[in-house]
């Protein structure tokens, strides 16, 4: 069946065949249209200002309403009409979605899949209403109703759970997740318009209820799940952060008790010392009394306890993650600058260094020991964040598309570090990128608060 002939199947489902038919067809397919682009509006995290995209939308809306002109009214019998002209609408609906929307991944077609099912399903239970009262006005009023109902049901009950996974699974493939609007559009069509219409088969109403209702309940499953998911993950990235911290912090009271330890016996034997250099003093053996000062130069400097900065959690992680380090003979050099108050989570920051550091360690594990080495800057200060770790590498670098970030290579369960690092600076408002420079693979995270 073309797409005109659908289309006068709508014209038989609302019974309209006479007087007002232009306006009628022409104001039913504004209010979907309106209502489609205010669900995109809603749906979607902005990529520009409030005013901006309203701009796009109301212009978006201008092209469906004028085109619906060409195919309704200038040439309502053209089947080539028909085809380009809603292949042209097809395109500017998705191509807004993608225009508006601050990221552009697969969950943008899932969303603007659903959006047609939502139209669609607003549309059918227009028909429903003149099918049962036989008025066209009733029709027009009853579509806007139920738009304006399904789009409240839907914004109360999925919007916030949306947005989070918007801002927070960056990356995750839904091109699975969009075959369902897919079937769902598929199943409305084939109730609804083919082979019959409503029109002519009413009993198949009850049935296109359930498939409405069955269709928005499923929506809600899909999405809570979504969210159960991404609190569980939340909670396991947590959990890793507070065991490193823990870590951390077991390491530092190791090594400061036994540092203490080394210098109470320094301290006792300090008096023997003394007595020594006395007696080379009065015998002129300086040389002696210098080697005397050296070895306790170098005990001293064997219990000092590193701190790469002032702030607790951050210290704690890092100084975790570089005890590892010495094992493997890997030079380290960081210029941190982190205080003890940081305007963002500390423990965010300090999985999101440790993440970054762990990556490098990777890298340059398998080198030759001059080439074991990690630089980098470390500053986070209430103006300003700014982690710049630079590393050797010699594989290749493989880069993903979407977020110019290293590919793991490793499979799906891989590559989480970088993802984590990903989310944490889009919270913050920040920008990640890497470069390759000289044989120097470099990684920068900056943020301006």
Not at 292 to 298: F, P
Not at 377 to 400: A, G, P, Q, S, T
């Amino acid at each position: 069946m073309s797409q005109k002939n659908i289309d006068r199947g709508m014209d038989m489902l609302l019974g309209v065949e006479e007087i007002g038919l232009d306006g009628f067809r022409n104001s039913y397919y504004m209010i979907s249209h309106f209502f489609l682009l205010l669900f995109i509006a809603l749906f979607l995290p902005h990529r520009y200002s409030k005013r901006k995209t309203g701009i796009l939308c109301f212009s978006s809306f201008l092209f469906l309403s004028v085109s619906d002109l060409l195919k309704l009214n200038v040439f309502p019998d053209s089947d080539i009409c028909y085809i380009v002209v809603t292949v042209f609408q097809i395109l500017v609906t998705q191509f807004t979605a993608i225009l508006i929307s601050k990221k552009r991944d697969s969950r943008v077609l899932f969303m603007g899949l659903s959006a047609s099912n939502y139209v669609i399903a607003g549309s059918i239970a227009a028909s429903i209403f003149y099918i049962g009262t036989g008025s066209m006005i009733i029709a027009l009023v009853g579509s806007i109703g139920i738009h304006a109902i399904i789009l409240l049901f839907l914004y109360i009950r999925l919007n916030e759970p949306w947005m989070k996974c918007c801002e927070k699974e960056y990356g995750n493939s839904w091109w699975e997740l969009c075959m369902i609007p897919v079937f769902f559009y598929c199943g409305f069509f084939f109730l609804a318009f083919f082979p019959y219409t409503l029109y002519d088969n009413p009993n198949n109403i009850p049935g296109v209820v359930i498939f409405i209702i069955t269709m928005f309940v499923s929506y809600v499953v899909v999405m809570r799940y979504v969210e159960s998911e991404e609190r569980r993950s939340g909670i396991y990235w947590k959990n890793i952060q507070f065991e490193s911290y823990i870590k951390g912090l077991e390491n530092q009271y190791y090594v400061v008790e036994q540092a203490e330890q080394n210098l109470k016996i320094m301290r006792h034997d300090m008096r023997h010392y003394s007595a020594i250099i006395d007696s080379l003093l009065d015998q002129g053996e300086y040389d002696e009394i210098r080697k005397i000062t050296q070895h306790i130069n170098a005990v001293v400097d064997e219990n000092k306890v590193t701190k790469y900065c002032n702030n607790l959690i951050v210290n704690a992680i890092v100084s975790n993650l570089l005890e590892k380090v010495q094992f493997s003979h890997i030079a380290v050099q960081l210029d941190m600058n982190v205080p003890k108050d940081i305007p963002v989570n500390a423990y965010e920051f300090a999985a999101v260094l440790a993440n970054l550091l762990e990556n490098a360690l990777v890298c340059v594990k398998d080198f030759e020991e001059e080439k074991r080495y990690i630089e980098g800057e470390v500053h986070c200060m209430d103006e300003h964040l700014l982690i710049h770790l630079r590393n050797e590498y010699k594989k290749e670098m493989v880069f993903d598309p979407v977020t110019g970030l290293p590919n793991s290579g490793k499979g799906k369960n891989h590559g989480l570090g970088m993802q984590s690092v990903l989310s944490f600076s889009d919270k913050i408002g920040g920008n990640v990128g890497c470069y390759c420079e000289n044989g120097m693979f470099h990684i920068v995270l900056f943020a301006k608060f």
